[in-house]
């Protein structure tokens, strides 16, 4: 296979030069902020993508599942942070891969959790090292920094099964935003509230090493660090739609597409039919509620350039409807052929990645890799 | 593995006697309405419901990709149709099933594809047996019945390479009917432009052997078949819950769930945070615009009964959170506590299913079996 017309379709493309320059972009600016990066590995689930990640210079790795820990840990990476509340039937996964070596580490945000790892962690003779999740923005989990839970947690933490790692924030309010100013205060806000629990289980008399925080937006968008020891990130190597509506990317950024081909047209309606439903997209519709609704992707010819007006405005199962309201005149049926090849941006890259087993990585229309990536629990 | 306790979360549950009550039932009623029932695959992918949509009397299969069609030639099922305009490129691997026995169908709606197909079946020495989407409610592809085109297609489909095999309707504005009234007018339109344009080709002195419909919710609704040869349906094997707002079935008929786990809790918003998110669930919110919107899902608890008023009713990538607007004042903490197993119903069983590499198969709390399913094209 030597170009991406030799691809079938649909298939999610990735561009080399794209990824190599969201990965040294976000790895500059975290170097300039005097801090440690750990990538969130969830997004793009392949080990040539953290690879690279590693050899921009990130030394450890987030995950959302155990699946990940297993699959990076056999690759070689050992600091590993589970960054999902464990749920207590999955302790002895963590024991097994704490046992094989791996550097796991484990996230609660209440005291029963904290409680059950200690104790698993003391009758099985394994100390957990384990994160307390901060909330900053009431967004989802975590405890908030001057909640009286957080000491106890930390003091639970304390002992022969269980150490206290750190504190982690994640500010996922940070996806809402669409200006500079309102990323600095989101930005800010989750440093603040990080270092002040830090500081409040400090007080207590108690060690808190790590101080983790993060999201694309945020990690962009802070104007400072002080206090914070670890920023983590995922989306940034492929950036998507969503991204670039909060102003953190643009749209030449964007390195995830899935290829498609023309496979009919409604010229009545103006429609486009081709060969990627939300099969390919997933059903993510992250843009709906943005400045810009792209529907469930912007359409860009097969060299990647977006052709102005269009996206994908419905699908279903393996057909997907392309169409521009603006130019319902334009005679789609020669300018989009039967057989023509498209690329769609995606509006969640960790979404429409995760349809797929694997990327064709591509240097304008030149197939040069085809890289696995796993998916499941 | 002997529990549904014993699994590890997230996980797709499939119960059982429900499914083989769903498919008794579709079949019953194929039956009764004197027609041959074509199942549609891409719902389940997975071998062993389709070898209990075959065993309860159905005699070919629907894809909606060539993969599915690779996947059950190979388990021996010859008579497939693949009900996607089959793009130019893919004719060599359709050519490739023929080659080997598979009696493989295509489908065309415009001419340049019909054409394109007679060329490449003449050039390779294949005779492509081919369908021709009708539309019928202006939902999707297909020819109107009445449209000069049709005609033309199905001239072109005469010859050494191609030959017409039929009409194939599905009306998929049926999903978006709630009322029995509603639902018995999309199918009998259904029946009759699929029948109106069968007889406008034989008018013309071609033959027209099959003439396909359906979709789940006219198969269920349609009161007579008349002139209709077979019928396809695919989601009606699980059902879901866009399904149960049609009302063409109940939510105790619903077949597939989520199982997943109770990792945290927000008491001061009345949240349940759980280990099933979208990437569990998938994005799919179609019961948004239903007269009941179910959020991500329906909780039930690990017995499979629902819990009132309780929906998921946000996600993120491994994060589900679980509510009930109406019992906030609820003691969640102790009404489900952290560990507690939630069966999960989804929204859209074919695109929840596709999340997962599995199925397990429970009858009441009992893990009776594990059936593997394929994704990708």
């Keep these: ?3 991406l017309f030799d691809i079938q379709t649909p298939a999610a493309l990735v561009d080399a ?4 320059g969201n990965i040294r972009r976000m790895q500059a600016r975290i170097n300039s902020l005097g801090v440690r ?3 969130h590995v969830k997004t793009s689930k392949c080990l040539d993508v ?7 210079g990130a030394q450890r790795i987030t995950v959302s599942t155990l ?3 297993d699959e990076f840990f056999a690759a070689g990476i050992t600091d590993i942070l589970y960054a999902v509340e464990i749920a207590p039937a999955k302790l002895p996964h963590a024991l097994e891969l704490r046992r094989r070596g791996c550097r796991l580490k484990l996230l609660v945000d209440n005291l029963d959790s904290a409680r059950a790892i200690a104790r698993f962690g003391q009758d099985s003779g394994e100390r957990f090292e384990v994160f307390v999740e901060i909330d900053t923005d009431g967004h989802r989990a975590g405890v908030k920094p001057d909640d009286a839970a957080l000491l106890e947690i930390a003091r639970a933490l304390q002992g ?3 150490v206290l790692a750190g504190v982690l924030a994640h500010a996922g309010s940070s996806y809402d935003a669409s200006t500079p100013a309102q990323l600095q205060a989101i930005a800010e806000n989750e440093r603040a509230c990080a270092v002040a629990a830090a500081n409040a289980i400090r007080g207590a008399g108690l060690q808190c090493p790590i101080v983790s925080v993060g999201s694309t937006p945020t990690a962009l968008a802070a104007e400072t660090l002080s206090g914070v020891t670890e920023v983590r990130a995922g989306v940034y190597v492929f950036f998507d739609l969503v991204m670039a509506n909060t102003g953190v990317c643009g749209i030449e950024d964007v390195a995830l597409s899935v290829l498609t081909t023309v496979i009919g047209h409604r010229a009545d309606k103006g429609w486009v039919l081709v060969d990627a439903g939300w099969m390919a997209m997933s059903r993510d519709r992250g843009t709906q509620r943005q400045p810009i609704d792209y529907g469930y992707g912007l359409v860009c010819d097969a060299e990647g350039n977006p052709v102005p007006g269009y996206t994908m405005t419905a699908t279903n199962q393996e057909h997907g409807i392309v169409s521009s309201p603006a130019s319902a005149e334009d005679d789609i049926v020669r300018r989009f052929p039967v057989g023509m090849q498209l690329r769609i941006l995606p509006n969640h890259a960790c979404a429409t990645g995760a349809q797929f087993d694997e990327y064709n990585v591509v240097e304008g229309t030149r197939h040069i890799a085809t890289w696995s990536r796993f998916h499941g629990w």
């Design 50 to 56: 953290v690879r690279a990640q590693l050899a921009a």
């Design 37 to 39: 990066f750990r990538p």
């Design 17 to 20: 030069g794209k990824l190599q």
């Design 160 to 162: 022969p099964g269980a």
């Design 67 to 69: 699946k990940e820990a």
């Design 1 to 3: 296979m030597h170009t």
